[in-house]
């Protein structure tokens, strides 16, 4: 893509009220725009990190048998009434239409999966499913101060699974974990990226988060010094030793909750009457999990732990481009470059603006794509093009016959 046909521009300065860091540099590098507290419009750069990032977790959730589906924003209240949470839920969304019918804008799907499963399910033999969406969900965050962390409107991958025994419902939990972990690991925060123990509420013993460790964090995680298990600071007041190790040496870190997996067993199965007969004819209670991702968060995350004081330091699966093509001077081997690489499927950002070099090298910086390449006429003369990756200082001038057998080669 050219720059000079994005409609979006850079922008110096971060709108004042908003304090957050990842919000600053995506708004300041035209990911993201702000249309008031807690939610965003994904602009054409964002975009293409999102779709990233969700190409990545859909792939794993059909590894573990998600079937993708699209469910409804707009919800009916009386499955929020059948569940008790039209009255117990603080961060419902509730609207009224003209002829004064109320209604639900979805914080979460279980009252819209639960009957949907049940209209098309009849028989043991069906089970156990799993379908999962990418959708957009609401809910009224008192505080929204986190960017894109915490949106009052925000997309969600959320997973659902249906089993007949307490065994399926379990291995299906590890099978999830897996998964979990591949995401995290293939978007780059795996490092920093823990399986917390936190408490499952009263239908479950324990569910867990997955906690990014980062100064940004709401969360508090206490994490055993000795074997590495995390537990949430609010579970760690029922267990002075560590669960695992029995060790008792904790460090605090704060932590972002990126994504949260969760035996429902059969609290949303019970309200709509959802049983099936087993192969002896006896009526058993359909059991549930429910696994979280929100989109916006986990890029949100990605930004708070790589950035510098200059900007974005995007991993490279999730950056919008591989490498950001920059032409100081009128030159037509940059524009070469650019349809060599494209040609070989390499994506890449040109910048051919009329801009100095000092705007478009602070652009890049602030832009984060993880090679830059400048194409001057003193590159030229040294031979080619100067290279340099975003995490480091030292640039090299490499032949342009040599550029795409070397970036294909650092995948
Ligand atoms: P939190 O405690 O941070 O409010 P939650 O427990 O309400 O999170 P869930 O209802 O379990 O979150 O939602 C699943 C996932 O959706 C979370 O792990 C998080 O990644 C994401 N998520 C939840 N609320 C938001 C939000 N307001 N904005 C963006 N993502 C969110
Ligand atoms: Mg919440």
Not at 59 to 82: A, C, R, S, Y
Not at 94 to 99: A, I, L, N, Q
Not at 306 to 329: M, N, Q, R, T, Y
């Amino acid at each position: 893509m050219k720059q000079s046909q994005l409609f979006t521009k850079t922008q110096k300065d971060a709108p004042k009220d908003e304090p957050s860091i990842n919000a600053q540099l995506l708004i300041r590098a035209g990911y993201i725009d702000k249309l008031m507290a807690g939610v965003y419009t994904i602009l054409p750069l964002g975009l293409r990190v999102m779709k990233k990032i969700e190409n990545i977790i859909r792939e794993e959730m059909n590894i573990i048998g998600g079937q993708e589906i699209f469910m409804p924003t707009l919800q009916p209240k009386e499955n929020w009434m059948k569940t008790g949470r039209w009255k117990t839920m603080d961060d419902l969304y509730k609207v009224k239409d003209g002829s004064d019918r109320e209604m639900a804008l979805g914080p979460t799907h279980e009252e819209i999966v639960v009957p949907l499963a049940q209209k098309y399910i009849n028989s043991y033999r069906d089970f156990p499913f799993y379908a999962y969406q990418f959708q957009n969900k609401f809910r009224m965050e008192l505080r929204s101060k986190s960017g894109i962390l915490r949106g009052r409107e925000f997309i969600m991958k959320d997973l659902y699974s249906f089993h007949l025994t307490e065994e399926d419902l379990d291995a299906y939990y590890e099978k999830a974990t897996k998964a979990y972990e591949n995401i995290f690991h293939r978007t780059g925060i795996g490092e920093k990226t823990y399986r917390t123990f936190a408490s499952g509420g009263s239908f479950s013993k324990y569910s867990h988060e997955y906690q990014a460790v980062t100064p940004a964090g709401e969360d508090l995680i206490h994490i055993c010094n000795k074997c590495e298990l995390a537990v949430n600071e609010e579970i760690k007041n029922e267990t002075e030793v560590c669960p695992n190790c029995k060790g008792n040496d904790f460090r605090k870190e704060k932590a972002i909750e990126v994504g949260n997996i969760f035996k429902l067993n059969n609290k949303f199965t019970v309200p709509f009457g959802f049983k099936i007969k087993n192969e002896r004819g006896e009526e058993r209670e359909v059991l549930m999990g429910c696994y979280g991702i929100g989109l916006g968060r986990l890029m949100g995350t990605i930004v708070e732990i790589f950035h510098d004081e200059k900007g974005i330091i995007w991993p490279e699966s999730v950056a919008p481009f591989k490498i950001h093509l920059i032409s100081l001077g009128k030159n037509k081997e940059a524009e070469e470059i650019y349809n060599l690489l494209r040609k070989n499927n390499i994506e890449v950002l040109f910048d051919d603006r009329e801009a100095t070099a000092g705007q478009k090298f602070a652009d890049a910086d602030l832009l984060g794509i993880p090679y830059r390449a400048v194409v001057s006429e003193k590159s030229l003369q040294a031979g080619g093009v100067e290279i340099k990756k975003r995490n480091e200082k030292e640039s090299e001038i490499i032949k342009i016959e040599k550029l795409v057998e070397r970036l294909k080669k650092e995948v």
